[in-house]
Every structure is written in structure tokens, then in C-alpha cells.
């Protein structure tokens, strides 16, 4: 007789063929084979397979994982049902975090070992997700044109709407999700008339929009920006190839709210069968694991008890926004109108 996981895989693969072949974007990255212990949905695709193989070894749990968008891997996980595949439900942005559980997709869980590694404003306040990694959206600037007293320290965001940044400005394009959670995430701390106000002096400063972090950090390098807003991993991932790189954080609105952050994470899902093994890859994620997953990357540990791996330990310690992933959710769709209201492209 097939195992329970083999024939829920038959069935799953049934499901999968009939209703998510537009899926195309999805892949298999194997660890531990198709019968393995866990199946993983991830949309995050940031150096994944030395922390799962680490858990792996460790405790002896295969692992396999499913990679895909956000949108694709919950329709996925939708249209398999009560018959599907999916363990661990793991994603990039707190505001979709929270959609997976407003989707219903997950299941709560009681954890000690999360409720203390985790802090209170990273983790689902009904313990459907945690987040697992920490990533800052900041100020970068290039040392040789621009102070650091340059920078309004109370509200550094909306200071980039002063007129002295007039055609110094650039910044990310409306459809990119950093740039979303970011307006998002302003709108749940500052109202939506403030916020308008803000991105509509970007844009009347000539922001030069780019189509990635990279790009925009290699323009302020060149001196073609003077200023702009990136992820801080992708400095980081910079500078360990170009060390003399012409750009330096600012953290942002450090004498005000903090600098904006947003979250990985991840949930159990709902029609596991094997929910006890999912919770323990999640709390060794965020434990004995956390430097494996996120050092990698560069990213920040959620687990205040770990430190940052040395690169970003250099760029400073520094107060962070607290994250609402219920504004940056449900205000996502009022972020993306602002955005065209603003005639922000």
C-alpha cells in the first residue's frame, strides 16, 4: 500500500494538472526527493537550500521545496484542497503573510520557542506566521555629494520631498513591491493625505525611477543619483564585490518612527500532515537555524538573541519601524492608487 504521502501526492498531482498548469513559474528544488517528510511552498528564492539541508541533517526530516510568486503558490495551495502537498507555506512581505492567513491556508499554532524568538510585531497576532528574517528599507547616499546632516532625522521619507533633492532623487518604480509596502506602510503610520503629500513631492523632485535595487545603487556609486531608498542587503551584496562601492546607509527617521522594515516568514498550512514536523522546521528556523537562513542573504535576524553576520553588523545598529502586516496587506491596493494619483511611474 502507498504511503500517506504518495497517495496524497497522486491525488495532489491530479488536482495540480487540471487546475494550476498556468503556473508556470513554479519549480522543484529537491532535498530530500519527492517523499520527502516536508514540502515547502516558497515564494522567497534567497539561498534556501543550505539552511533546509542543515535542518535536514540534523534532525533527520527530509525536505523538499516548491518555489513560485506568492499569488502562485497560494493558488496552488487553494486548488490542491484538503489533498494537498503543502507543509510550510513560506513567503516575502508581511502583507503577504497576512493575506495567507486571511485566505484561511494556515493554521495556528502554540509555540513557546516562536512566541520567545519572535518578536510581538513580527509574528501573526493569532499565531498563523512568524517572521523569520528582517530586511530595512533605507536611505543610501553617495558620501563624496551628500551629509548625513543632510537628512531630515525625524522623517526621513517625506524629507526626500524637500526641494534641495531636486533632480538628486532616485527610487524604485511604482509596480515593484518594495516600493508598495514602503507607501503602504506610510499610510498605516501617517494617514493617507500625509502620504500623498510625501510621494507627490518625490515626484516633483525628479525622482528618476529604476527598475531594480541594484541598478539605483550603481547609479549613486556613478554619482548619477545622490540619494535613494533600497532594500539593505543589496548594498551589502554590493560591497562584498566592490568594497570601495560610493554609497552608505542612512537609517531613516531614527529621532521620529524608525526606518521602514518588512519581513520572510511562514505559516504552517492548514492541510498538513505532518504539522508537527512543519512547526519544528519553523522554530529551528528561527533558533538554532536563524544565521543559516538569513546570513546568507544578508538579511537581518528576527531573533534578537543572533546577531547580524559581520558585513551588515558594520553598517550599525538602528530603531526600525514597527511593522503592521495588516497595513501593509490591506493597504496595499490603497498604496498602488496613491502611487498613480501621485503620478509616481
Known amino acids: 500500500m502507498p504511503s500517506p504521502r504518495t497517495r496524497r501526492a497522486t491525488v495532489a498531482g491530479l488536482v495540480a494538472t487540471a487546475t494550476v498548469l498556468p503556473l508556470s513559474g513554479c519549480g522543484v528544488?529537491?532535498?530530500?526527493g519527492s517523499n520527502a517528510d516536508l514540502q515547502i511552498y516558497s515564494a522567497r528564492h534567497y539561498d534556501l537550500e543550505?539552511?533546509?539541508?542543515?535542518?535536514?541533517?540534523?534532525t533527520g526530516i527530509s525536505v523538499e521545496f516548491i518555489s513560485g510568486s506568492d499569488a502562485e503558490l497560494l493558488q496552488r495551495i487553494k486548488a490542491e484542497g484538503a489533498d494537498g502537498e503543502a507543509d510550510v507555506f513560506m513567503t516575502v512581505d508581511a502583507g503577504n503573510l497576512w493575506n495567507a492567513a486571511e485566505q484561511g491556508v494556515l493554521e495556528p499554532v502554540e509555540s513557546a520557542a516562536l512566541t520567545e524568538?519572535?518578536?510581538?510585531?513580527?509574528r501573526d497576532s493569532g499565531n498563523q506566521w512568524f517572521g523569520l528574517a528582517m530586511r530595512a528599507r533605507t536611505t543610501m547616499y553617495n558620501p563624496d555629494k551628500v551629509k548625513p546632516t543632510d537628512f531630515d532625522p525625524t522623517d526621513t521619507y517625506a524629507g526626500l520631498a524637500d526641494p534641495k533633492w531636486k533632480g538628486r532623487l532616485c527610487m524604485r518604480d511604482a509596480t515593484s513591491a518594495y516600493t508598495q509596502s514602503l507607501v503602504a506602510s506610510l499610510i498605516g503610520l501617517e494617514g493617507r493625505d500625509t502620504t500623498l503629500a510625501t510621494v507627490k513631492g518625490?515626484?516633483?523632485n525628479g525622482v528618476d525611477i529604476k527598475s531594480n535595487d541594484v541598478e539605483l545603487l550603481k547609479a549613486i556609486d556613478a554619482g548619477t543619483c545622490d540619494v535613494g531608498i533600497t532594500n539593505h542587503y543589496y548594498l551589502a551584496r554590493e560591497l562584498k564585490k566592490k568594497p570601495d562601492m560610493k554609497v552608505k546607509p542612512f537609517w531613516a527617521s531614527q529621532e521620529g518612527a524608525g526606518t521602514h522594515v518588512n519581513i520572510s516568514g511562514a505559516g504552517v498550512v492548514k492541510t498538513s500532515n505532518n504539522p508537527a514536523q512543519?512547526?519544528?522546521l519553523i522554530e529551528w528556523l528561527a533558533t538554532k537555524g536563524q544565521s543559516s537562513f538569513v546570513d546568507g542573504n544578508h538579511e537581518y535576524p528576527v531573533n534578537p538573541s543572533v546577531k547580524p553576520e559581520p558585513l551588515i553588523a558594520d553598517f550599525?545598529?538602528?530603531k526600525r519601524m514597527p511593522i503592521s502586516a495588516e497595513a501593509y496587506g490591506s493597504q496595499n491596493a490603497e498604496a498602488v492608487k496613491l502611487l498613480a494619483e501621485a503620478g509616481y511611474k
Request: glycine share 18%.
Open 29 to 32: 528544488l529537491g532535498i530530500g
Open 316 to 318: 550599525g545598529e538602528f
Open 202 to 204: 518625490w515626484v516633483g
Open 278 to 280: 512543519a512547526q519544528q
Open 117 to 122: 524568538a519572535v518578536p510581538e510585531d513580527l
Open 50 to 58: 543550505g539552511a533546509f539541508k542543515e535542518f535536514q541533517d540534523e
